[in-house]
């Protein structure tokens, strides 16, 4: 027996194995180095090119010019090259946080080969890595209870199609007969239902904030808000197409009608509280928008209600329902289906930051009671993540 | 209150939205683009480099020299630059099947900017594109009932740990009270609980043959055979380690004795049929040298046994219960447990095919029946696709 067992020497398989299956092996340069000190070193083997930069949001912004305007972008640094035709840089000592990150070589924005760690945003894919401590800690897959997170279909009837979800069911769910509340999380413009569970961490933070007791075990639903979509680019039957920030039906009521779909399948296939008290929504940017017009549509529905630097603009183009006489819904909401949490979190840089300042004044003058959360920059997902994790633990207490 | 919602105009919404969110924008280049004749053209716009090149499975392999001898490699072609500083290059007309793709510009592999479809083998991230029809369709989302897939974690008390597996169950199983037969999927050496999902199209090959009335509707559960490794790369409290091809503790026993932890987790937390004859189990590679052990030490667990491209191959060193009397196992499970499938299938230029070739001999020997599936090429993902097509339609009849 040993003779048919022994025809392959371990060794061989492993080189062969890589050589055949893996095809173009990965690099043997550690890019990016993540020191004790909280400096980065990112490093590319690239002896014949001319110059090569990193940038990402680990770097000080710069002025960007646009046709449209200069906004903050994203800051650059050289990278230079040691004798081994190895480029490297080493960052400042950086604040814990999630950073994304890209080099340009040669004027060509690539991935870091030696980085396989990288998340999607709309059409861009960067690389990405955790700097440690306080609050990005939260971030971190840690040793704790992990939860589970499913990529689900749903009938929506009012759509007319079945769609994505994707939905996180906290650690104990599966050997517990309790019911759960439930915290649907919305995206922004350009987005779909990967958006927070990638680039917002959102299976990290709810594991972490539960595990250490500052959030209740709650289920988390990332819906598709593009309501013309299936699902996320390249999970429908559209195959891989180029994703784009401009969906038809995004902004002009379809989603916000049919959200009733998400809540009737949720509450039928999952254990949940089937009511207000135990009900809650937010999102960001356009998943703001939606919150807000989805929560004053169906009054009754939400008890917690979160806009992340919400978008908050017109939409007179739309003879939907939900747009109309919206002064008169959000009586309804406030005064005769008074939230236990309304929640506006914007940054203080933040092209809708003005918007903002205007709809918590109109709430101001009607007495309409909400909890304000003003943090620096601006339309970003670090924002973004610190929204969730300042939004999750006031929930369902 | 239109004066509130008017502030911002939609245009300046989405720019400054998409300059601020998505940071780096995606390219306005369109590659790969799939003509209507199956030829593609890759496009990268690079004015100021010297060379680009493409490299990929699309391409006929060429032979690589290395220290350990010398294999078939990916093939690659020179793109040509246009006025526009466009570099271009457009294939020949190619078979239906699933591509993997790099470019190489001056010397450094880079994944295509236009490309946001990425998959990672092991240590590496490939660009991919589908050319459909034939089988290559099975490997599309298709406008078919979808199955749920889930990432869960189990108990693992004889590796004592929480342990991930992607977990893919079919459509209508949220919906149903049936119970369902089960199908346990491994990865090779350096994968891990994302390969099959990932490279191996494992949920749009199982969503279309059950939709085409080819297979059953079956419950399939990808594991994770690196005993050490709780989760994949960058799914632990590892956090973002770099992949490797070498894990310890990956064919010394471990996993394969410890198998019944995740049968008891999966028959406790699905409805599934618990016994032989609804419970198949099959690998690649390493995953079929797993497939094998686990069978033979459980023999009355598993009624469908595929191996593909399996590691046959010594496990001398271990002294695991598990490796010892093979020959006497073998007897126990083709004798005493008759499978009704014991399904082999390797490609002919398969470095693993003269011991698989062996490893039929014995069992022609023996006289212990099992079936024989023969393709062309060798150990690559593209066989281990055709593999799952063809094994699932013979599940559980």
């Not at 040793?143 to 990529?151: C, E, Y």
């Not at 650690?171 to 309790?178: N, P, V």
């Not at 979190?345 to 709809?359: K, M």
Request: with cysteine; hydrophobic share 40%; charged share 20%.
């Amino acid at each position: 027996m040993k003779k048919i067992f022994s025809l392959v020497a371990a060794l061989t398989f492993c080189v062969a194995s890589f050589a055949q299956q893996a095809l173009w092996g990965g690099s043997q340069i550690v890019s990016p180095e993540v020191h004790e000190d909280n400096t980065v070193t990112f490093r590319l083997l690239a002896p014949d090119v001319t110059t090569v930069q990193v940038t990402g949001d680990f770097l000080p912004t710069q002025k960007m010019e646009t046709p449209f305007g200069t906004f903050d972008g994203p800051g650059t640094a050289d990278l230079t090259k040691n004798e081994q035709g190895v480029w490297e840089y080493t960052s400042d000592v950086l604040a814990p946080e999630l950073y994304s990150y890209t080099f340009i070589v040669d004027g060509v924005k690539i991935n870091d080969p030696s980085n396989v760690y990288m998340i999607r945003d709309v059409a861009s894919v960067t690389n990405v890595f955790i700097i440690g401590g306080d609050r990005a800690d939260l971030y971190k897959v840690n040793d704790v209870p992990h939860g589970t997170v499913a990529r689900v279909w749903y009938d929506s009837p009012t759509l007319g199609m079945k769609r994505r979800l994707t939905v996180y069911t906290p650690a104990g769910y599966e050997d517990s007969k309790d019911n759960y509340p439930v915290f649907y999380l919305l995206h922004g413009m350009g987005g779909d239902e990967e958006a927070w569970i990638a680039l917002g961490r959102t299976a990290q933070i709810l594991d972490n904030l539960i595990a250490q007791g500052k959030a209740v075990p709650m289920i988390v639903v990332m819906t598709n808000g593009n309501a013309a979509q299936e699902a996320a680019p390249g999970e429908s039957s559209l195959g891989f197409q180029a994703p784009s920030m401009q969906q038809p039906k995004t902004m002009e009521g379809s989603f916000e009608l049919a959200f009733p779909d998400v809540i009737n399948y949720v509450d039928s296939h999952y254990r949940t509280i089937a009511k207000k008290s135990s009900r809650a929504i937010a999102g960001l940017s356009m998943g703001g928008y939606h919150s807000m017009h989805i929560s004053h549509y169906y009054p009754d529905k939400f008890d917690y209600v979160g806009l992340y630097s919400a978008a908050i603009m017109p939409s007179n183009e739309s003879d939907c329902p939900v747009y109309k006489d919206i002064e008169g819904q959000l009586k309804t909401q406030f005064v005769d289906n008074t939230p236990a949490l309304y929640w506006i979190a914007i940054g203080n840089a933040d092209f809708l930051y003005e918007a903002n300042t205007q709809y918590r004044a109109l709430l101001d003058q009607k007495g309409y009671k909400y909890t304000y959360y003003e943090t620096g920059e601006g339309h970003i997902w670090k924002n973004w993540r610190i929204y969730l994790t300042e939004f999750a633990p006031l929930l369902f207490k």
